[in-house]
């Protein structure tokens, strides 16, 4: 027989010895003792301290859920842009390829109707002003990705031009 | 985030100084961390920071409506708190999330006020990097208390 097993069947003969001649109602910690009330306290604490580690992680990642599901789009873009997102080098200047999400294809759009509306050389300043008034979402993020993928380029003169190609190949 | 030392070498303007100056420069720079939707500076607001870019992208708009998008890692910002009337001429937006180095107008004027040498240095690279980086903005902006160390 095991040791460990041998040790636990002496204590418990011990224990009911105790008991049967009466010197043995136990109580307190000599009670929590004999019944291994500790290693079973420690046990249902570890349990109890995972679950609770556990549930606080996924109440912290909710709202990245929250967000997919308000816009299903991103998940399809998650993937795509690990394997296209790519940087190119054309005349020795970076320009990021960037796969839009739906979301971001109609912002793209509502900046392209604003542009419409100005000269073909305009003040980006002014394009993020009307972008704001008229309630185009994040709008200085987005104007930052209209920069990065070469849509609004600038004249060199201090204006920018809303290049039309650029922008109908990323919205397609 | 890069390092401010790095920044400070690799700058068209402070990268001219000696070793020792970018070693003083640096220690008195503080980091911003800047997000999307930030205005640093507004035209017309008293200029109190300089401000150097460690990483994102910068709107810098002038009155005319013209603009320049700031997103080289280096690129400065409000060197018209060296000017004589000490008033921002550019309004600063922040389009990306990245970091700031931020250096108050008293600590640049003590900088320059004890070494002429760099004031000198700094008025001639930014003369250069204004030719550079946005001509048409040359007579817009300038750092007219340089003139004066």
Redesign the interface.
Known sequence: MPKRLLQKTMKARVFCNNFKSGGGHLYGLESINASNGWAISIVGISIVFSGLVSLSLVISQLYKVLALYEDPSKITAFFKSKKSKKVDEKEGEKIITIVLTRSQKETVKQFALLARTLDDHF????L?HLAQISGIK?P??S??IL?KMRIVE?DE????MWKNEVSDRAVR | MRDIKEILKKSKVFGLLDADSVKRLAGMFDQWTIH??DILTNSGDTAHTFFLLGKG?V?L??D??????L?TPGDFMGLELLSAKGKYKT?L????EGSVFALSRQGFMELIREDSAMAETIMDAWQEYLDAK?P??KNNEGPGLLQQF
């Open positions: 003040s980006l300043p002014r993020l994040d200085y993020p104007l930052n920069l600038s003169n201090g204006f920018f | 999307p939707g992208t709107l708009a002038m005319e409506g013209k603009a320049i998008v997103d309004s937006s922040v389009l990306e946005a048409f903005a």
